[in-house]
């Protein structure tokens, strides 16, 4: 199952509302995770289940979708939310992940 | 709270055997709540999954390693490994173990170890 993330990057400000996207090649309900990975740092999970906040991630950050259709959304981005993000499906073996989105300060 | 450590060389030469250990600790690893997986990153690259193991002893692992990757468990010592076969310089990465915590409705790997940098190299 093929994951498709986009955009690769993008620059935002501090406040500003993020959203990434990410497409599955085939359904996979909501067998759907994100991850935050810093620089040096091992991911963090963030949002599973497609919408389900992971607990002490920040309620600025929400998840929606389900089949194909994904969205992570990052509402009034704070500086230690630039990143890699990734979504990670798994539905199915082998899991994959997104190619992931950097998120890099304007 | 659990945390998990790997261990192992951080250089192996072209065709050897990489062999990597994740310790668990503040916690058991014999529950069937959980899947225990590897996971690589290249260089400035995405994620890779390995594959998994359960407590029992079920694996997995990601067909795109051509039977290279061999996990197992030790219950005993707490611990989990992997084992890739051949490797080349394809194979340098950051090799990170990590927690799946199962649900009905949806798995997320929770805990991750902080990583374990490898370079193949002669």
């Known amino acids: 199952i093929q994951l498709t993330q986009s955009p690769p990057s993008l620059s935002a400000s501090i406040g500003d509302r993020v959203i990434i996207t990410c497409r599955a090649s085939q359904d996979i309900s909501r067998y759907l995770a994100w991850y935050q990975q810093k620089p040096g740092k091992a991911p963090e999970v963030l949002i599973y289940g497609a919408s389900t906040l992971q607990s002490g991630v920040p309620s600025r950050f929400s998840g929606s979708g389900s089949g194909t259709d994904f969205t992570l959304t990052i509402n009034s981005l704070q500086p230690e939310d630039f990143a890699t993000f990734y979504c990670?499906?798994?539905?199915?073996?082998?899991?994959?992940f997104g190619q992931g989105t950097k998120v890099e300060i304007k | 709270q659990v945390q998990l450590q790997e261990s192992g060389p951080g250089l192996v030469k072209p065709s050897q055997t990489l062999s990597l250990t994740c310790t668990v600790s503040g916690g058991s690893i014999s529950t069937a709540d959980y899947y225990w997986n590897w996971v690589r990153q290249h260089p400035e690259k995405g994620l890779e999954w390995i594959g998994y193991i359960f407590y029992s002893g079920n694996t997995y692992h990601n067909p795109s390693l051509k039977s290279r990757a061999t996990i197992s468990i030790d219950t005993s010592k707490n611990q989990f490994s992997l084992d890739l076969t051949s490797v080349t310089f394809a194979d340098t990465a950051v090799y990170y173990c990590?927690?799946?915590?199962?649900?009905?409705?949806?798995?997320?790997?929770?805990?991750w170890g902080q990583g374990a940098p490898v370079i193949v190299s002669s």
């Open positions: 990590t927690r799946e915590r199962i649900l009905e409705w949806s798995n997320h790997f929770d805990i």
């Open positions: 990670h499906q798994l539905l199915g073996y082998p899991y994959t």
